[in-house]
């Protein structure tokens, strides 16, 4: 009787204690600096791999529901789209072998996603359950293009007014405009080593910030850069991230983020992290990456906590969410702000 | 009872699983130098910038560790042949894999050269591409590697006055993941003035490669009797076909070439 309530009251004791030996305390990763660090899960997403599995992961958007919608050129399910403690909710298309861009667009309350396919030359736009609604081909009316193969776009950025930017990242690397119809209006851009050429325009962003003045914010990832544009495509300024190989611009409130794939110098290692800039895009945090410098300072990877980061996704929660190209076919990673 | 301590013994175990988290390893820190030949000495500093962690370094080959000297500021390398080894520690993380390169000091001054022409995926930097001073870092894709995939390099070299030279250097790129191989033989010859004839010195046969999945630029030494000279001559032969215990067995592999130093 007397060992019993011993073993009971050890036992009670042990659940209350409130030291708990540093051999079990939580190793948590933060990342960042200033006031962006975060605390890094790894295991946020909680899909199946026999019944769901990823090839690279490219993009992420979050609808107005709160879901979190995931993009991979795994055409067994092209969109996987999660709740934000990570369960899979819905899974849907198999008709995009290059699934590359994805974006959303909220036209006056009815969300549609524009996707990207690198393997198919087109955008193509569809409601959020995947329903096609428009698709646009190679822009024949900007003279520049011989054949569809020709054209690869990787991002669309939408304007308030329905019209559609699409970024032609891995073909000629202009930037296409279009109505919200699909009719052609400019193209602006180009691959060249000009101060408005762009050299891999692997992204794009409408930039609100200053509502005053709208622009697009484009990644010129060879030359480790963004470039600014006005709507109407004329170049305003350059934003240079020495040693990032920037993918594409996110802004949510006052901050851009972007996930950057690899650092110039460990490339093919497996090198990448995660920038965020200031309102005046100054770099002030780099998750899994260096201590933010003097401006132009080289950025690089330090913790080899990502390998090939693809896309942030900021949630209404200011939650980040990371998607990976390359990297063992891994999910997304989940990244909570301190 | 027993079902009471089994489950809470359970739940013990089953806070360790969900408290338990991977550890992450430091990415290497970077090496900061103009360049790998230097005529007295070399600046060198060594970058990572991150909170609550240190650089230790070697410069006897060895393997830094936490006793290694700590980084602080930028220092000289003055001895030739200075191997610096570096490496990030952090608690909480792994440490980082090791960087290395190793130092030289230039060698004799070359008026001119002439060079078998490299493939033109590969092209190099231009005629004075080997003698520029100028190393290739490890990326394949560095501009100052000169590539080929051929039978035989022949490459020429008049100093800019005769020199007694007894060694050579010659800087090779090895990344068997890209079929890039060290050579297999360098041969080195002597001309005496106004006359085309060859003069044997020596020729060299470099160990058969050994499946290596480091990348790496390696400096290769080659030492003939010493002679008074203004002109000397270089045969290297590529690896002639790609090892047995390689995916790309029997095919033919690619040289990769940048600074040629005599001593």
């Given at each position: 009787m007397r060992r019993r309530n011993f073993i009971k009251n050890a036992a009670l004791s042990l659940l209350a204690t409130p030291s708990i030996p540093a051999f079990f305390k939580k190793n948590e990763m933060i990342l960042g600096q200033n006031q962006k660090k975060y605390r890094l899960d790894t295991r946020w997403s909680q899909a199946d791999v026999a019944k769901n599995p990823v090839n690279d992961c490219h993009e992420m958007v979050q609808d107005s529901r709160g879901r979190i919608l995931l993009l991979t050129n795994?055409?067994?399910?092209n969109v996987l789209i999660y709740d934000k403690n990570g369960k899979l909710l819905d899974t849907w298309g198999s008709?995009?072998?290059?699934?590359h861009g994805l974006t959303l667009f909220d036209e006056n309350g009815f969300e549609t996603l524009f996707i990207c396919d690198n393997s198919r030359h087109q955008v193509i736009k569809t409601d959020l359950n995947g329903r096609v609604l428009m698709t646009l081909d190679y822009?024949?009316?900007?003279?520049?293009?011989?054949?569809?193969?020709?054209f690869i776009p990787t991002e669309t950025a939408i304007a308030p007014n329905g019209d559609i930017y699409v970024a032609d990242g891995y073909g000629k690397d202009f930037i296409i405009q279009f109505d919200a119809t699909g009719r052609y209006i400019r193209h602006f851009g180009g691959?060249?080593?000009?101060?408005?050429n762009l050299k891999n325009a692997h992204g794009i962003c409408l930039d609100t910030r200053d509502p005053a003045n709208p622009c697009l914010i484009v990644t010129s990832r060879e030359e480790q850069c963004f470039k600014k544009f006005n709507l109407a495509g004329n170049f305003i300024e350059t934003i240079n991230l020495p040693g990032a190989w920037v993918c594409r611009p996110v802004i949510r409130g006052d901050f851009l983020y972007a996930a950057v794939l690899q650092s110039q110098s460990r490339?093919?290692?497996?090198s990448g992290f995660v920038t965020i800039l200031d309102k005046e895009n100054r770099v002030i945090s780099n998750l899994a990456g260096s201590e933010p410098g003097e401006p132009g300072s080289e950025m690089y990877q330090t913790?080899?906590?990502?390998?090939?980061p693809h896309d942030v996704c900021v949630d209404d929660e200011e939650n980040l969410y990371v998607a990976q190209w390359n990297s063992g076919k891994t999910y997304p990673f989940k990244l909570k702000p301190v | 009872m027993k079902q009471f301590i089994f489950g809470l013994f359970c739940l013990f175990l089953g806070q360790f699983r969900a408290l338990s988290q991977e550890t992450f390893q430091l990415a290497p820190p970077i090496l900061v130098y103009e360049?790998?030949?230097?005529e007295q000495k070399m600046a060198v500093a060594i970058k990572f910038e991150m909170a609550e962690t240190a650089i230790h370094f070697t410069l006897d080959g060895s393997e830094p560790t936490e006793k290694s000297p700590k980084y602080r500021r930028p220092f000289f390398i003055k001895k030739n042949g200075t191997k610096l080894r570096a490496r990030v520690f952090g608690a909480g993380f792994l440490p980082s894999e090791i960087v290395e390169t190793q130092f030289f000091k230039t060698g004799f001054s070359i008026k001119k050269m002439t060079q078998t022409s490299a493939n033109s995926k590969y092209p190099?930097?231009?005629?004075?591409n080997l003698i520029d001073g100028k190393g290739a870092k490890t990326?394949?894709?560095?501009?100052?590697w000169q590539g080929y995939q051929a039978d035989s390099v022949e490459l020429k070299f008049v100093f800019s006055k005769k020199e007694t030279v007894s060694k050579m250097a010659v800087d090779a790129l090895q990344n068997q993941g890209a079929w890039i191989f060290l050579p297999q033989k360098v041969s080195v010859f002597y001309k005496k003035p106004g006359s085309d004839a060859l003069h044997f010195l020596v020729e060299k046969n470099f160990p058969a490669s050994e499946n290596d999945p480091k990348t790496a630029c390696k400096t290769l030494f080659v030492d003939f009797p010493k002679t008074k000279t203004s002109e000397i001559v270089v045969k290297i032969q590529p690896l002639a076909r790609i090892p047995?215990?390689?995916?790309?067995?029997?095919a033919k592999t690619w040289l990769f070439l940048d600074e040629v130093n005599f001593y």
């Open positions: 795994e055409t067994r399910n008709e995009y072998p290059g699934a822009p024949k009316e900007t003279g520049e293009y011989a054949a569809a193969a020709e691959r060249g080593t000009a101060e408005n490339l093919w290692e497996g913790i080899r906590a990502f390998q090939y | 360049n790998r030949f230097f190099g930097l231009g005629d004075r990326d394949l894709h560095d501009p100052a047995d215990w390689h995916a790309g067995a029997g």
